[in-house]
């Protein structure tokens, strides 16, 4: 069964270009999530979609935004590009619908960089 | 300011010995979960703990969850070069998880 598959792997933006990363779900899975990675701060939520409807965001700005298709697949949209934004973005996704209990799978991670 | 913070941020032990990495929170969570990510790769779920008090173990790898369920530890037994990575705790709650700074293990050969 292939993985979560994330493109592309890596990114070189200059700042106040924008961005778009794309996430491929484990088939069968109809959530997706998304989450930023940084040294400094971890892993951070950005949001998550079940059935192209976004059910939770996390404290991110309005640059950051997401969507999902009707076949499960995501993606995320930066605008305006900050150096602050250069990280590791997840995407994972999951099996099960469950609001409180549902395991992540987890892509490999697009690598952006904004110089 | 994290949700969960762990302990200790670093860690970095001789082939064969033990090691635990503690995750602690104010929060009360209805499952916590442990991660292990490798360089240059995404995390891999190792186990979910739900119950108060419960206890896993995975092989070598022994997770513990408090009876209040704010905290968790996970405990690796003779360590190997394998166990090297960063370990992540995570709380699942409202379509997300919460992550912990992580801890970076690295097991000397």
Same mark, same amino acid.
């Given at each position: 069964?292939?993985?979560?598959?994330?493109?592309?792997?890596?990114?070189?933006?200059?700042? &106040?270009?924008?961005?778009?990363? %794309?996430?491929?779900?484990?088939?069968?899975?109809?959530?997706?999530?998304?989450?930023?990675?940084?040294? &400094?701060?971890?892993?951070? =939520?950005? =949001?998550?979609?079940? %059935?192209?409807?976004?059910?939770?965001?996390? !404290?991110?700005?309005?640059? =950051? %935004?997401?969507?999902?298709?009707? !076949?499960?697949?995501?993606?995320?949209?930066?605008?305006?590009?900050?150096?602050? $934004?250069?990280? @590791?973005?997840?995407?994972?996704?999951? @099996?099960?619908? $469950?609001?409180?209990?549902?395991?992540?799978? =987890?892509?490999? &991670?697009?690598?952006?960089?904004?110089? | 300011?994290?949700?969960?913070?762990? #302990?200790?941020?670093?860690? *970095?032990?001789?082939?064969?010995?033990?090691? /635990?990495?503690?995750?602690? *929170? #104010? #929060?009360?969570? #209805? *499952?916590?979960?442990?991660?292990?990510?490798?360089?240059?790769?995404?995390?891999?779920?190792?186990?979910?703990?739900? /119950?108060?008090?419960?206890? +896993?173990?995975? +092989?070598?790898? /022994?997770?513990?969850?408090?009876?209040?369920?704010?905290?968790?530890?996970?405990?690796?037994?003779?360590?190997? /070069?394998?166990?090297?990575?960063?370990?992540?705790?995570?709380?699942?709650?409202?379509? +997300?998880? *919460?992550?912990?700074?992580?801890?970076?293990?690295?097991?000397?050969?």
């Amino acid at each position: 069964k292939a993985g979560v598959t994330q493109t592309p792997r890596y990114l070189i933006k200059t700042r &106040g270009q924008q961005v778009t990363l %794309s996430c491929s779900p484990i088939s069968g899975h109809r959530s997706v999530s998304w989450y930023q990675q940084t040294p &400094g701060q971890g892993l951070q =939520f950005l =949001f998550e979609y079940f %059935s192209e409807t976004q059910r939770n965001k996390g !404290n991110f700005p309005g640059r =950051f %935004s997401g969507r999902q298709f009707s !076949n499960s697949r995501s993606e995320m949209n930066v605008s305006t590009l900050e150096l602050g $934004d250069s990280a @590791l973005y997840l995407c994972a996704s999951s @099996l099960a619908a $469950d609001r409180y209990n549902s395991p992540l799978h =987890f892509g490999n &991670g697009t690598r952006l960089t904004v110089t | 300011t994290q949700l969960l913070e762990q #302990s200790p941020q670093f860690l *970095s032990i001789q082939e064969g010995e033990n090691l /635990t990495v503690y995750c602690n *929170s #104010s #929060s009360v969570f #209805s *499952s916590l979960q442990w991660y292990r990510q490798e360089p240059g790769e995404g995390p891999v779920l190792l186990v979910t703990v739900v /119950t108060g008090g419960e206890v +896993k173990k995975l +092989k070598r790898l /022994t997770f513990q969850f408090g009876d209040a369920r704010k905290d968790s530890s996970l405990h690796i037994t003779a360590a190997q /070069t394998g166990d090297t990575g960063l370990y992540l705790c995570a709380g699942a709650g409202d379509y +997300k998880l *919460s992550f912990g700074a992580g801890t970076t293990v690295t097991v000397r050969a």
